[in-house]
């Protein structure tokens, strides 16, 4: 079966400019979480959806957004980007009651 | 504040011995803990997960263990080969159908021939 997929794999941003990222689940995955993979600060949660609504939120300013589609499609927003949201980006899915999450290859963005 | 702590940053084992990766956790409401890989340029893979209502869970050549008292937890891996040099992580969860996993900063671990 297919795995996780975002897109694009890479992306490089000026700073102050937005920037949307995707990512298409396992299907039959209704989960979708978020992850930011810095050298310094390791993987950090930013949110996780499901069916369409955002049941967790991490620790991250109101410039992270996100949405999950009914599809369970899920993007994520960061608006206004500084130098430091330079990151691996992950997304990963699970089934609602199986854990074990499944991590798709991530979007590496660039600020410059 | 970190709340899963992996406080060796890498670990170099001969292949064909044991590879243990240690995990420390500070928050008490931790009742599901995984372990990932992750090789460069790819997303963490799952390994293995234990449930705080266990001590022990084993799936081939990986064991984990979990000692709730301590706050602690290691995988171990027997034996150790040269594909499994990879970065480990450590996760932890407050119930398990959340997704806020809590991640460690990784253990970096590198099997000799």
């Known amino acids: 079966k297919a795995g996780v997929t975002q897109t694009p794999r890479y992306l490089i941003k000026t700073r102050g400019q937005q920037v949307t990222l995707s990512c298409s689940p396992i299907?039959?995955?209704?989960?979708v979480s978020w992850y930011q993979q810095t050298p310094g600060q390791g993987l950090q949660f930013l949110f996780e959806y499901f069916s369409e609504t955002q049941r967790n939120k991490g620790n991250f300013p109101g410039r992270f957004s996100g949405r999950q589609f009914s599809n369970s499609r899920s993007e994520m927003n960061v608006s206004t980007l500084e130098l430091g949201d330079s990151a691996l980006y992950l997304c990963?899915?699970?089934?609602?009651?199986?854990?074990?999450?499944?991590f798709g290859s991530g979007t590496r963005l660039t600020v410059v | 504040d970190q709340q899963v702590k992996q406080n060796s940053p890498s670990l170099s084992v001969q292949e064909g011995r044991i590879s243990i990766l240690n995990c420390d956790y500070t928050?008490?409401?931790?009742?599901?803990f995984l372990w990932y890989k992750k090789y460069p340029a790819e997303g963490p893979t799952f390994l293995i997960s234990i449930s705080s209502i266990k001590d022990k869970n084993e799936d081939g050549r990986f064991t984990v263990f979990l000692n709730k008292s301590a706050k602690h937890l290691s995988l171990h891996i027997v034996p150790s080969q040269p594909g499994d040099s990879a970065v480990y992580f450590c996760a932890a969860s407050a119930g398990r159908s959340q997704g806020n996993l809590i991640f460690g900063k990784g253990t970096k671990l590198s099997v000799k021939p």
């Open positions: 928050n008490s409401m931790f009742d599901y």
């Open positions: 990963a899915s699970s089934l609602e009651g199986y854990y074990g999450y499944t």
């Open positions: 299907s039959g995955h209704r989960s």
